[in-house]
């Protein structure tokens, strides 16, 4: 006996892919090609490129004495962009950002976040992500403008903001977002009612 199995072929092996071709040089075979980011690293990915973008914010940047200002730059389904105007001493006080994760990147200037005990200076390029629910203060502790750049997802419904400083977990009242039509607005005197 040869070791032959009876009724098998015999001949060269051949693999799947010289049967039936390369499956990747077929496109209609590729899943479709997301057109929007669905992943923290792909959001992550989309503040980079906006921020490498500087022509599509600067000249939309205001600065407002009395609190922070921020403007609404684009949304996508399931998340939204804002971009957020910082003066020295501006803050948001502690807050959490509801069911929404957040990335936040700054653009220009500097930025500290407070969390629990952890302090953290974020200089221009620095990019951040936010859990849903985790509290968190964010200030300009420096003496120039910042800028900064923040992705919800999904998009920001609620900012509870919480007692004491720097991130204590007591929350003291679930803050309602300020949605002005235009997509800009500002908080009301320190009080985070808008982006963080």
Known sequence: MTGAVPGALTGPVLSDIQIGGDPLASPHLLPPARRH?????????????????????APLVRYDPVSRWYHRLRTGPGYEVWLLSWLPGQGTGAHDHGPSSGVLTVLEG???EHSGTARRVLGAGAQRVVAPGRAHEVVNDALVPAVSLHIYFPGLTEMPMHAGARGDAAVLSGVPVCRAATGTGRGSGG??????
């Open 37 to 57: 980011p669905a992943t923290v690293a792909e959001f992550a990915g989309l503040a980079h490129a906006i921020a490498a973008d500087r022509g599509s914010w």
């Open 110 to 112: 500097g930025l500290t």
């Open 191 to 196: 009080r985070a009612v808008g982006r963080a």
